[in-house]
């Protein structure tokens, strides 16, 4: 399996969704990056299972131990370990199907790959519950980009039908970000946040899921960022984002409505703004996301990242035995989000952490 990232840091995560831990391993790291331990689990708090009905009712504390790498506060320069201990696994809710392929999931293509060998609990390592350890790398990686003055958060645009007002793309602040980061369905208003929760708790009572649209802004990139043409900031950050479990989607700027305006509209006209006496060239609008010829421009980057409904429900599907090659139906049991996409919105968040930071780290001083 190809779990390994990055170019100037890299993470390798290792473990299960069933197995006895699950961690990572951050190799690269500059020495000398004071870490505030307690932001980190608040980071952590924020994707931890359990929390309420519109999660999965898996408990587990998600506390990370870090085992090499820090001392005295700071990251020393060796690769930074993380672990996390699995406490709340139930693997006998599996027993029944580790042959009966679950719609939606890599159970069938992990079968056909690893020649029956993955495990099958849980998901194994194809599981959402490896996104915790990614959690706790970026949280690591943000704490740098603090020192910078860069600021990144998501909010929750869609639940199934119910819509947020999108991020304004020129005037979106920082505190607005830092507020998203401290909700647990952030959003702009209080109503919508009502309302999303009725339309995942709908789902979940009938026994089904819901997917949602996450849109995300880093605030305060320099200009100079990215390299075409195939290390541009949207192939990195798509390619990071796209390694997340049920992501099936993501855009960049005004995306996809692009191709329904005229050029005069979607161009992204340029004036003069002045910052402590210094001249720099600004957009009045940011259809491109802050984004031209795959570097950053100094206007916002905001993406938009889609997550499809949990792939187990607990309606009855049609599927196939592996084994026997047989047509079967099923009725899957487990403790599973009615909705990914509310967990999701911090791990989209540590992968954005991760790689500005790995192009900060490729750029050094030339960019700004």
């Not at 690269?28 to 924020?46: F, N, Q, Y």
């Not at 187990?312 to 084994?323: A, D, E, W």
Request: aromatic letters at 8%.
């Amino acid at each position: 399996m190809s779990s390994i990232w990055g170019k100037h840091i890299k993470i390798s995560v290792f473990g299960e969704s069933h197995g006895s831990y699950i961690g990572v391993v951050i190799d690269g790291l500059p020495p000398g990056i004071k870490l505030d331990l307690d932001k980190i689990s608040t980071e952590m708090a924020r994707r931890r299972p359990g929390q309420d009905i519109y999660s999965t009712q898996r408990k587990e504390a998600d506390r990370v131990e870090i085992v090499s790498g820090f001392f005295n506060g700071y990251t020393t320069g060796s690769p930074l370990c993380g672990i996390i201990k699995n406490t709340d696994k139930r693997s006998v809710d599996y027993d029944d199907i580790k042959e009966i392929m679950r719609p939606g999931h890599a159970d069938y293509t992990a079968f056909v790959r690893y020649n029956g060998f993955a495990d099958y609990r849980g998901g194994g390592h194809f599981s959402g519950r490896l996104t915790a350890p990614v959690v706790f790398a970026g949280a690591v990686a943000n704490q740098y980009l603090e020192q910078k003055g860069i600021t990144i958060g998501t909010h929750l645009l869609r639940i199934g039908k119910i819509q947020d007002e999108p991020m304004d793309p020129v005037n979106i602040t920082a505190q607005q970000l830092i507020n998203f980061r401290n909700m647990r369905f952030p959003v702009f208003s209080a109503e919508t946040a009502e309302k999303m929760k009725e339309e995942i708790n709908s789902a979940r009572m009938d026994c089904d899921s819901v997917g949602g649209i996450l849109e995300t802004t880093i605030l305060n990139l320099p200009a100079g960022l990215g390299s075409p043409m195939f290390d541009s900031v949207e192939s990195r950050m798509a390619a990071f984002v796209f390694s997340i479990p049920a992501v099936k989607g993501i855009e960049f700027g005004s995306g996809f409505n692009l191709a329904s305006m005229r050029g005069s509209e979607a161009n992204d006209e340029f004036y003069i703004s002045e910052d402590n006496g210094r001249k720099i060239p600004r957009t009045k609008t940011n259809h491109a996301g802050g984004i031209n010829g795959g570097i950053t421009n100094g206007m916002p980057v905001i993406f938009r990242t889609c997550i499809k409904p949990t792939s187990t429900i607990s309606k009855p599907q049609h599927t196939v035995n592996i084994r026997t090659m047989e047509e079967t139906e099923h009725v899957f049991k487990g403790r599973h989000d009615p909705c990914i996409a509310v967990r999701a919105v911090p791990v989209i968040d540590a992968a954005a952490a991760l790689v500005v930071m790995d192009l900060f780290l490729e750029h050094g001083e030339q960019v700004g």
